[in-house]
């Protein structure tokens, strides 16, 4: 019998994940060739891979246990079929929009397990979700608690709430990712939270059943979720009526990925110093990642356009842009890259650039990488979140396509636009 032969698989150093890999000096998702899966949806290009996504959810289902309940944040990457990988891994998810409950039942997918945040519903949304079943809706601003108690009067049912506080944490992250400081819009800070605690509890047609922080996104450490666990403990432990009916403790998003800098955050032991606190005081957790569940499972993937030097600066132009992949000119966000054929030549410092019509067009400044030349593939890491999520038609530009694949099976799981989209709902009426 032939031995069949095992491919040579290198493991590609600014990957986040052992799904993207080199064999033969080729990258791979899985057992696709990137360069194959560009030849036939063409670039710039956003592929997953199923196996990163279900072994995230794995570790963080596995650090937290069978009793907490592990929502995947829909706003970091909300394509259908992303949603049913991860409906079919167990998840149950976050939702900050009427619009996202729309994506998941589109999705074929019950509202039951998922929770509803954001900072300002509006009473079709509260509809929406109450008539869908929803499991918690999580209030952080005085005027929605009277359109929930006013809902749930008009539907004759408790709406079930849990409160989102403001715990006043330093997440020690970007700041525009920080979301449990005075003076943001998120939560009620803790001066306020009892009278707002006193309002749910008072009224026959709300019911207070847990309280929620999120600190922010791309935290790395875990003294700050200690420090706003403490926090709440104290704030409930100050009067019986803010413990009565309450059962989950919602410690919000944020887990930090690499991006190809130091060390991911370390979930396992975040769940190890937590959650003993949270069930010693009878409650059970509820989690919210987004970023780490999807963003080192994506790649965008980009084609050299070409070359040039402006003064002492050397650009390397690419086909993907900020209208791709905004997070590098939003939040100086930098994503490992590399090239998608490994290659000997040497590397030299680039800022590598889109076509889109501002200096703020970079995906990368400074970055060292092996001289790449016109038509040459370059893969950009740590992508599935907040990339494909925040892309827009500036320029009028298409969005690119995206695949899924799982293992030798790729699928298209969204088509590049056409152009004549961008306008269709420009049309004056005949
Ligand atoms: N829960 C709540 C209430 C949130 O506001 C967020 C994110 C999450 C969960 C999920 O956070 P994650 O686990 O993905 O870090 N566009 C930014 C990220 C904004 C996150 C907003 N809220 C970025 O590209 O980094």
Redesign the pocket.
Known sequence: MPVPSVPDRSPCAASGHPSFHYRGGELYCEDVAVAALVARFGSPLYAYSAAAITDRYATVRSAFGADAHVCY?V??NSNLSLLRHLDALGAGF?L?SGGELARLQAAGISAGQAVF?GVAKEPWEIEAALAAGIMLFNVESPHEIELLAAAGRARGVRVPVALRLNPDVDANTHAH?T?ARKDVKFGVDLARAGTVVERITSDPYLQLRGYHV?LG??LRAIEPWLAAFDRVAAFMAADPRRREGVQWYDL????GIAYGQGEPLDVGALAAQLLPRIVAHGLRPIV?????LIGDAGMLVTAVSGRKVGGATAFLLVDAAMNDLL?PAL?Q?EHPMAPVRATDAASEIVDVVGPVCETGDFLARKRALPALQRGDLLAVFGAG??GSA?ASNYNTRPRPGEVLVDGERVRLIRRRQRLEQLWEDEQEPA
């Open positions: 944040a706003k970091a976050d900050v945040a990712l979301t999120h996104s791309q919000g998003g944020g887990f919210e990642p987004g970023r780490y997070r939040y966000a979140a907040y925040m």
